[in-house]
């Protein structure tokens, strides 16, 4: 697979500027992204799952938005999974990763969404832009062979990762977070350093009730695993900046790290970089995420 270069992102951004006169940043960043996508995914895949005249689409991307909160959404998520695209396209594993995205529409498989890709590719990114490396996994379906990511830390260790997504119509449940905690914990080796990512709805983390539940979940799990290094918890916020109308998507994120794992792993608690906001470009929307 043939990557985007700087001066290919160069010479589209000007061709989108000739084409759309006037439209401004936003608009810009926006089209250069669908540009982006179309060009590594392929058009078929594009247009089943973000072209608006499908009926197929990936629910994450809010395709149909159906008030200003959804469409401050769609265009925030398809710039920052373009901007995913971009970022991992030199890591080891990432043309396999692709082919694997782009089956997912060929063969109408939708038994593993599109989203729980899409989220780990957000991981990865969150870790690259951090100062670590990754290698993307091929699934080996063997037990403790499984995992998605492999992390070269900026301390010289070596991380292996799961990454697992609740989507966001998902009802609140301990009980779905403990079995997806023990099912991520039997794809990773049990001789290594291992951490879990989990993606929540930002409606379980809001909860003031469940952020205990989840906290009791992480005592017992590590109680009774310890080849697991630490449990990172990731959710987003829409936020409303001060003096502005402009709004933002803070990614946040919680780790939760093993009291006595059974390999030590310096580094952990940096596993991310806090990225700082920054003036908005344009008066009604902030077309960048942030780590916070």
């Not at 995913?84 to 995205?101: A, N, P, Y």
């Not at 697991?228 to 916020?237: C, K, R």
């Amino acid at each position: 697979m043939q990557q985007i270069t700087d001066k290919d992102v160069g010479l589209m951004r000007e061709e989108l500027r000739e084409a759309f006169l006037d439209r401004g940043a936003v608009f810009e960043a926006y089209a250069l992204a669908q540009e982006i996508i179309i060009r590594t995914l392929g058009f078929p895949w594009w247009k089943e799952n973000i072209s608006s005249s499908t009926s197929k689409q990936e629910p994450h991307f809010r395709i149909h938005p159906s008030n200003q909160q959804e469409s401050y959404e769609h265009q925030d998520r398809i710039m920052d999974f373009a901007d995913s695209l971009f970022i991992l396209q030199s890591c080891e594993g990432f043309e396999w990763k692709i082919k694997e995205l782009r089956k997912k529409v060929s063969t109408n498989n939708r038994d593993v969404f599109v989203e729980d890709t899409i989220i780990e590719l957000r991981v990865a990114k969150m870790l690259v832009k951090s100062g670590h490396a990754v290698k993307f996994v091929r699934p080996s379906r063997s037990k403790t062979k499984d995992f998605d990511l492999e992390i070269n830390l900026r301390e010289g260790n070596v991380l292996c990762a799961e990454v697992k997504c609740k989507r966001e119509d998902t009802a609140i449940s301990t009980n779905n977070l403990r079995r997806t905690l023990y099912r991520a914990e039997k794809q990773l080796p049990k001789t290594a350093s291992n951490v879990i990512f989990v993606r929540l709805p930002t409606t379980w983390v809001q909860d003031p009730q469940y952020t205990v539940e989840i906290d009791q979940v992480l005592i017992k799990f590590f109680d009774n695993v310890r080849h697991i290094n630490a449990v990172v918890i990731i959710w987003e916020e829409c936020i409303q900046l001060d003096k502005s109308p402009s709004k933002a998507r803070i990614l946040k994120y919680q780790p939760k790290l093993h009291p006595s794992p059974l390999i030590s792993c310096h580094g952990l608690d940096k596993l991310f970089t806090r990225l700082e906001l920054v003036p908005p470009i344009e008066g009604n929307y902030l077309p960048l995420s942030f780590i916070t």
